[in-house]
């Protein structure tokens, strides 16, 4: 059964701690992406990885970090430093296209945040 | 940055109707895509529209690009219950390939 996970679905923090966000794939997927998503709104780009030991900076990733050791695995790390944590965090990842062209984006369920 | 704005950002409609919803975008782009979102779940990948085509149909959707204009339109026609969900559009541009931006999302309700 192919797909994307992302656990645990819902976490709770103190404010001041790191947390941890586990993305896994057994799709096979080259690239693989994480986004925040606030209510009402749509996704914003935190980091981005197109192959193993590799991944870029996207357009909101002060706060947060990433390592993608595994093919399979891109786990996101939101830090203290994050000003305003709480939101949905969305991963996705992306069979590969001619030259890195991005193509449909195949995405997990989800994992909400709070920080209180 | 977002890329892609989507027209309206709540619309209300009554089973049976279509509903459309528009995205206008920026710059030039390679694709441009359609997903859905139910409520708190992730998105799914609904349809893909290059650069050089005009229209494409899957099912009862379908979509449109005038890269003149540099806007989209998404159709659902025979809408039904399960069709409630919010849309949003995503333009893979060409200044970097590697990523897609996504629109703010237009909020489908449909109404029995």
């Known amino acids: 059964d192919g797909g994307i996970t992302q656990s645990p679905k819902y976490l709770f923090r103190k404010e001041g701690q790191n947390v941890t966000l586990s993305c896994e794939q057994n799709?096979?997927?080259?690239?693989m992406y994480w986004y925040r998503q606030d209510p009402g709104q749509g996704l914003r780009l935190i980091y981005y990885?197109?192959?193993?030991?590799?991944?870029q900076k996207g357009d909101i990733a002060e706060g947060y970090s990433v390592s993608r050791e595994k093919k399979e695995s891109f786990p996101l790390t939101v830090t203290s430093a994050q000003k305003n944590p709480t939101a949905f965090y969305l991963c996705?990842?992306?069979?590969?296209?001619?030259?890195?062209?991005?193509?449909?984006?195949?995405f997990g369920p989800g994992t909400r945040l709070t920080v209180t | 940055s977002q890329q892609g704005e989507e027209d309206p950002q709540a619309l209300s409609i009554q089973e049976g109707e279509n509903a459309t919803m528009n995205c206008s975008y920026k710059?030039?782009?390679?694709?441009l895509q359609w997903y859905r979102q139910n409520s708190g779940r992730g998105l799914v990948h609904l349809i893909l529209?290059?650069?050089?085509?005009r229209e494409k149909h899957s099912g009862r959707l379908r979509v449109t690009l005038d890269t003149s204009k540099k806007s989209s339109s998404l159709l659902i026609t025979a809408s039904r219950a399960a069709d409630t969900a919010s849309y949003f559009c995503?333009?893979?541009?060409?200044?970097?390939?590697?990523?897609?931006?996504f629109g703010s999302g237009t909020r489908l309700s449909i109404r029995p």
């Open positions: 996705a990842s992306s069979p590969p296209g001619l030259a890195g062209l991005i193509y449909e984006q195949y």
């Open positions: 799709l096979n997927h080259d690239a």
């Open positions: 990885s197109q192959i193993v030991n590799d991944f």
């Open positions: 710059t030039s782009i390679n694709n």
């Open positions: 529209i290059r650069s050089n085509e």
């Open positions: 995503a333009t893979a541009p060409y200044s970097s390939a590697s990523k897609i931006i």
